[in-house]
């Protein structure tokens, strides 16, 4: 009887151990959106970790060309994580009471006026011609508005803005049309560049912006988390910063791989990533660096156009530190 008894605690005991050590192993699925672009381009490392099992955290990833899939998935509770462009973030803070925030910046200003075939000298040339843009509501319109105002060019009187909906049809209509002006990010910027050796930059966003505003910089390129996620999840948020700068840091340093990796992941083509990554701005800045180069560029769309941010500038429950 005792000898019964003392097998029936031990497996008990047993029972528990395994059940312990179940719990001690489950990952955490993470659901991680980013656009097809720059934003994706530090990531694809952490991607193919993922892919092969080799990540700590389990990840879910979805790439999209347009930031309206994501702002609906978040809006959905359907996303943990976003990779998406800085004032959006903003933007999102204030429709949604707060409940994101931001945790990374991952790209830095990647935005120039380039043509095909023209003769731009001076933004004054620009007046009266037709530039194609993507990113309507998010960080090229409102860069672009910015420094044409700033240069006493009306942006709806004295320039035709047409926004495409993806920035790979953009450059395709740059690559094949002559006389074309647009304003791209990198990488495509270089593809167009690989199919047509007409194509130039005129003027590169940065620049521009410096020269107005000596002191910040442009950020292309946030990482958010939801507050809901973030509250339940702290462990697993902390690991995957730690994965994606150990990514970013992969990226940066080995260009060959990481070209194919974005090849792979049908990003851009990989001959393509080999030029273009170099030129991509891929950063992992957190912490107070981040608060202060966020901040300060969103300040300066708030003073041009408050809408551009949401209406209001985040405080400081938006930056996760």
Not at 26 to 35: D, G, N, P
Not at 120 to 125: H, Y
Not at 209 to 232: A, M
Request: with cysteine; glycine share 6%.
């Amino acid at each position: 009887m005792k000898k019964g008894i003392y097998i029936l605690v031990f497996l008990m005991i047993l029972s528990s151990m395994v059940g312990c050590s179940t719990k001690e192993n489950v990952q955490t699925t993470i659901r991680v959106a980013s656009l097809k672009g720059p934003t994706s381009i530090g990531l694809v490392k952490l991607m193919e970790d993922n892919k092969n099992g080799e990540s700590k955290n389990k990840y879910d990833f979805f790439m999209t060309a347009t930031a309206d899939e994501i702002v609906a998935k978040l809006g959905k509770g359907e996303l943990d994580v976003a990779a998406i462009p800085a004032n959006l973030a903003s933007v999102l803070y204030n429709k949604m009471d707060g409940k994101i925030s931001v945790a990374a910046i991952n790209t830095l200003s990647v935005l120039y006026i380039v043509e095909n075939g023209g003769n731009l000298n001076s933004l004054e040339d620009l007046k009266g011609k037709t530039i194609y843009s993507t990113g309507k509501g998010t960080t090229p319109e409102h860069v672009l508005n910015y420094v044409l105002e700033a240069n006493g060019i009306d942006p709806e009187k004295d320039v035709n803005i047409e926004y495409k909906s993806e920035a790979a049809e953009v450059a395709t209509l740059l690559a094949s049309e002559e006389d074309v002006i647009a304003l791209l990010p990198q990488p495509f910027i270089t593809a167009s560049q690989m199919k047509n050796d007409n194509i130039k930059i005129a003027f590169s966003m940065e620049e521009e912006w410096q020269k107005l505003n000596p002191n910040e910089s442009q950020v292309t390129g946030v990482v958010v988390v939801t507050d809901e996620f973030l509250e339940k999840n702290q462990e697993a948020v902390s690991t995957f910063l730690e994965e994606y700068k150990k990514s970013v840091e992969f990226v940066n340093s080995n260009v060959d791989e990481a070209a194919k990796m974005v090849g792979d992941l049908d990003i851009i083509p990989e001959p393509v990533a080999v030029k273009a990554i170099p030129l991509c701005n891929v950063v992992f800045i957190t912490g107070d660096e981040m608060e202060e180069k966020l901040g300060g560029y969103l300040a300066v769309l708030h003073g041009s156009d408050p809408k551009s941010v949401g209406g209001n500038l985040p405080d400081e429950e938006f930056y996760f530190k």
